[in-house]
């Protein structure tokens, strides 16, 4: 018989080596269809008595990324519908759905024959689920092999047997770590937590993997034998008394009970270890359909998973358009900014030159990469060669000629107009007709930057967030004139440096400064309300937020804040910011010299390692503070993220983001917006427009007009649509400009 997406070769030991290779994909996932094959191939071998066993690969370099996800969040929408007219049905529905997997993996590893799997890269999830599910694990010992359960990351959780066999086979605590972070692991790490069971050179897997059999492995899983014991002792031992009381309070302090999944992670282990495997599946099952109607789950799943895809594979970009190669691009202002997308375009592949005033301040931008590769080396993340490498393609230097022949020219240098007219004047002398010149200004229009250019058409803003190499987010701003070639030439840019792009068009602050702007300014007003710092920061971080307001305009500098409001007021006038945000701002740095992180003083003070930041507890002299127990812990916690959706809903409504998922995504990758609300515009349609309107109305009346909601937004209340059903998904194709 013959399969789509696998192939069976049996050797003449009998031994059926069976190659998972999806045709037309680049990464193996699960499907219908690819667990349908298996589960025919599962009765194949178990029915041909010449095979003895079999081995599981990938024909691709990476093993698998587990379950299509995409086809998960159309079960979520199939499901709610469902559930309007017949909600217990549903559920029933769901529950059968979701044990199709789990149910398919039971089967194969009682099948009476032996299984191995032969992990040859990266392999996640559901795969690494099925990895589990054999009676051996053989992997790769390669650097780019990396295993794991990281399902909590998208809302969800190891839903096929995952939560009972990890425990089964580890300690619970590093089961229970591993599960609730989603963290990755190596193979040596695997192997050290009795995960996988060999770890060999990459050219002997599949040769290891069948001796294995050939050496007699047990087709029985330890649980499946008489007088099974768990590794880490019962969940009622000594051990487990010692662990498990702190379980909840930790998950609690981690994530402050925004993640159902994590919760639900720690239920399936406890309660499944208790009973018999077949049990703890079941238990299993049920929880995940229980996690899987949760709101917070089909929010992740959609931005963080199907959203994130769809950007990260260019659904802004236009047609028509030939897609860039690039053999060289340029970058001028080697300092903080310059600096870190050198770096950032040096790893993907790309030769870089990078521009400065002269020879010495050039060199210096290529230090900030032979510091970032000397770290990746010693912590073993890349290898000499691979350094020498990246570096090898930067360029430093000051002779504008470098450029010639680059694709793209992004400039990083100061925030003057003057210079950068200067720079893009003498950029574009060399530039070929039709190579990009993109500005990555973070507060200046692009339109009107780009009347130095002689092509303002062949002109972009491409916004990257400090620190660049870590910062996977980059703003692509449109201004007026700006053309297809252009917006796709900075997508295949940002697509070849593994960033996701989102497209915005030209405004103050762009799309995601607008937004963090007003999570700072509300900490300010609380600061001005007498609501203690120590209560803001934490209330906030208890709403989802990553960083504290307060810690993090420490970051972004204080005396920057201080310069965007007299440039807002320059530019629009007295009334264009809050007179007691200038107070404030104005009284840190002017009377206290409270710079921010940079000078070691800011709303926090940061003394000497190791002692840990702390506030900075002259503020509670400027700004009386109420008595804590006068603060509504849910109001505040509502104030920020509603703040935050009201001017992402604004930024819609005026057209400078045209699509819900550049909302959403960008308000999560690029300020940590509460993540499991699906980011700043799925908070308003989770809860629906209607509540929202309520809610802004109520806040509005207590703490002021900035919290009115807008006249869309009643707009969409009355007729009961959200953002995704009136802008659909992929809304702004077409229409960037
Ligand atoms: P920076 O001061 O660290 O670096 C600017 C660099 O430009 C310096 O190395 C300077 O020598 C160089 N330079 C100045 N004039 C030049 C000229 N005529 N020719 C060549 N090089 C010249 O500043 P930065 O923080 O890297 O910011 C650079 C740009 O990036 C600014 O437009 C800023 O708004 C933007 N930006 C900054 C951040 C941030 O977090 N710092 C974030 C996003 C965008």
């Known amino acids: 018989m013959s399969y789509k997406n696998f192939t069976l070769e049996t050797d003449a030991d009998g031994i059926a080596l069976v190659t998972w290779d999806m045709p037309e994909k680049s990464m193996n996932v699960f499907t219908e269809e690819v667990m349908s094959e298996l589960d025919a191939i599962v009765d194949a071998i178990v029915a041909d008595d010449g095979i003895k066993g079999a081995v599981v690969t990938s024909g691709k370099s990476t093993f698998s990324g587990g379950a299509d996800l995409t086809m998960l969040k159309s079960m979520f929408e199939r499901i709610h519908e469902e559930k309007a007219n017949n909600p217990e049905g549903a559920a029933k529905i769901l529950f059968e759905q979701v044990g199709r997997m789990t149910g398919l993996f039971r089967k194969l590893e009682t099948c009476g024959k032996p299984w191995v799997s032969a992990i040859n890269g990266v392999c996640m999830g559901g795969a690494f689920e099925l990895s589990l599910s054999c009676h051996g694990r053989v992997v790769a010992d390669s650097k780019s092999v990396k295993m794991g359960l990281p399902e909590v990351k998208v809302g969800i959780f190891p839903g ?310 870590r910062m996977m987010l980059v703003e692509i701003i449109m201004g007026e004139q700006t053309g297809d070639n252009a917006l796709a030439v900075a997508l295949d840019y940002v697509q070849a440096i593994n960033k996701t792009p989102i497209v915005v068009n030209d405004t103050r602050g762009f799309y995601v400064n607008r937004c963090v702007m007003r999570y700072m300014t509300e900490a300010y007003n609380m600061i001005d309300e007498g609501i203690p710092a120590v209560m803001i920061e934490n209330i906030a971080k208890m709403a989802g937020m990553p960083v504290g307001p307060l810690a993090l305009n420490d970051e972004v500098a204080i005396d920057l804040s201080q310069k965007v409001n007299r440039a807002t007021i320059a530019d629009l006038g007295e009334d264009a910011v809050d007179p007691r945000h200038v107070k404030l701002i104005d009284t840190m740095v002017d009377d206290h010299g409270r710079l921010g992180r940079k000078n070691g003083k800011g709303f926090y003070d940061y003394p000497a390692k190791p002692t840990k930041k702390h506030l900075w507890p002259g503020l509670k002299d400027l700004y009386p503070q109420l008595d804590p127990d006068q603060v509504s812990v849910s109001e505040v916690k509502n104030r920020f993220l509603t703040t935050v959706a009201l001017e992402a809903a604004r930024t819609m409504e005026e057209g400078i983001v045209t699509d819900p998922r550049e909302a959403d995504v960008g308000s999560i990758l690029g300020f940590g917006f509460a993540p499991y609300t699906g980011g700043a515009l799925s908070y308003i349609d989770g809860m629906g427009a209607k509540a929202f309107v309520e809610m802004c109305d109520g806040l509005a009346q207590k703490h002021g007009a900035h919290f009115k909601p807008t006249p869309l937004l009643k707009e969409m209340a009355a007729n009961g649509e959200s953002f995704y059903s009136r802008f659909g998904e992929g809304a702004g194709l077409g229409q960037a400009a």
Request: net charge neutral; proline share 6%; glycine share 10%.
């Open 160 to 469: 096929a047997g995952g939560t009972q066999r990890v425990p089964r086979l580890t300690n619970q605590q590093d089961a229970l770590v591993m599960m609730t972070t989603g963290q990755n692991l190596s193979p040596k790490k695997a192997k050290s937590l009795g995960l996988v069971t060999e770890v060999v050179e990459p050219d002997k897997l599949i040769g290891s993997a069948k001796q294995m059999i050939k050496d007699g492995l047990k087709p029985v899983q330890p649980w499946d034998e008489k007088g099974f014991k768990l590794p880490g002792g019962q969940v009622w031992s000594p051990q487990g008394a010692q662990l498990w009381p702190a379980v909840s309070a930790n998950l609690r302090k981690q994530s402050y009970g925004n993640y159902p999944s994590a919760y639900a992670i720690i239920k399936c282990v406890f309660e499944g270890l208790q009973v018999p495997f077949d049990t703890g599946l079941r238990i299993e099952q049920r929880y995940f359909t229980e996690i899987l109607q949760t709101p917070e789950a089909y929010a992740m799943v959609r931005s963080l998973f199907v959203s994130l895809q769809d950007l990260n594979k260019g659904a802004r970009r236009p047609t028509g358009v030939e897609k860039t190669k690039f053999t060289k691009v340029g970058v001028v202002g080697a300092g903080f900014m310059g600096a870190g997308i050198a770096y950032s375009t040096a790893k993907a592949g790309i030769p870089v030159v990078l521009i400065d005033r002269d020879q010495d301040a050039a060199d210096k931008g290529k230090a900030h990469s032979e510091d970032l590769v000397a770290q990746a080396v010693k912590k073993n993340r890349m290898t000499q060669e691979q350094a020498d490498k990246l570096l090898s393609l930067i360029t430093p230097t000051a002779d504008y000629g470098a450029l010639d022949g680059a694709e793209l020219v992004i400039e990083a240098v100061f925030e003057d107009r003057g210079i950068k007219k200067t720079v893009t004047e003498s950029a574009e002398a060399v530039l070929a007709p039709g190579s990009v010149f993109a500005s990555n200004t973070s507060t200046l229009p692009i339109t009107g930057l780009a009347e130095n250019s002689k092509s303002p058409e062949d002109f972009i803003g491409i916004h990257f967030f400090s620190p660049v190499d």
